[in-house]
């Protein structure tokens, strides 16, 4: 993926190439030209009009170039950015695109208001696998995937995080509606029919809320801590981090 910056730069070095390629084939004609002309003057001249000539030609065929590849670059930088930032089974945002997004997520959230991250498992996910085999565990992954997808939100950032696990960031969002939200989901798996050779899994999910100014990766953190809650607790539950319980286990 090309970056502006780097967008830049290869039509600089583009245009020194040809630049350096038109000065050459100019000095070159001159020299053979020098010994036809009487006067040393006319070979100055015709020295810097060559020179000229030679930069304007290069600027020309630099822009020419620009306009010929500049859709080629830019489809080439959206399947970069696609592979990137994508997860080949699932067609999720991946691992990858979630850093990516931590980064940024100061500058993009303004407002002052919650958000929440969601950090969601499937239960004994090995079992299946190990029983049902990888084929079935991957159409298993397909699926919740598309159903997750059916109940996010476009705003929403939903990512395959690796293996079973999946996360989703909501912003603007009260606490009352998220939490309501992660049990829509959980009871909406619980009793999706899986076209995969198996029809009953059921999943677990960390939840934890932050606000204007937190640290994002610590919220995080702090929904993969509320998923060990919910196994821990029995699975094919909702679990939200507890700040208190949290605080008091650290003293």
């Not at 290869?10 to 006067?39: C, Q």
């Not at 397909?142 to 950032?157: G, N, Q, Y």
Request: proline share 0%.
């Amino acid at each position: 993926m090309l970056s502006i910056k780097e967008k830049k730069s290869l039509i600089l070095r583009v245009v020194a190439v040809v630049l350096a390629a038109l000065i050459l084939l100019s000095i070159i004609r001159i020299l053979i030209i020098y010994e036809e002309l009487p006067n040393s003057n006319l070979v100055y001249l015709l020295f810097i009009k060559e020179i000229i000539f030679s930069m304007v030609s290069a600027l020309f065929i630099a822009v020419l170039i620009y306009i010929i590849v500049k859709k080629d670059v830019q489809k080439i930088n959206t399947k970069a950015v696609n592979y990137a930032f994508t997860d080949g089974l699932t067609g999720l945002y991946n691992r990858h695109y979630l850093n990516d997004f931590l980064q940024k997520f100061k500058i993009l959230h303004k407002k002052d208001s919650v958000f929440a991250v969601a950090f969601i498992d499937i239960d004994k996910f090995k079992e299946i696998n190990d029983t049902l085999g990888h084929i079935t565990g991957d159409c298993i992954l397909r699926c919740l995937a598309l159903k997750l997808k059916s109940l996010t939100r476009t705003t929403d950032i939903l990512c395959r995080y690796g293996g079973e696990e999946f996360v989703i960031i909501y912003s603007d969002i009260s606490k009352e509606d998220i939490e309501e939200k992660m049990q829509q989901i959980r009871v909406s798996v619980q009793n999706m029919s899986f076209k995969c050779d198996r029809t009953d899994i059921t999943i677990s999910i960390g939840l934890s809320f932050g606000k204007k100014g937190d640290d994002i990766n610590k919220i995080l953190q702090e929904s993969d801590e509320a998923l060990y809650m919910a196994k821990n607790a029995g699975r094919n539950c909702v679990k939200l981090f507890d700040k208190e319980e949290d605080e008091k286990g650290s003293l």
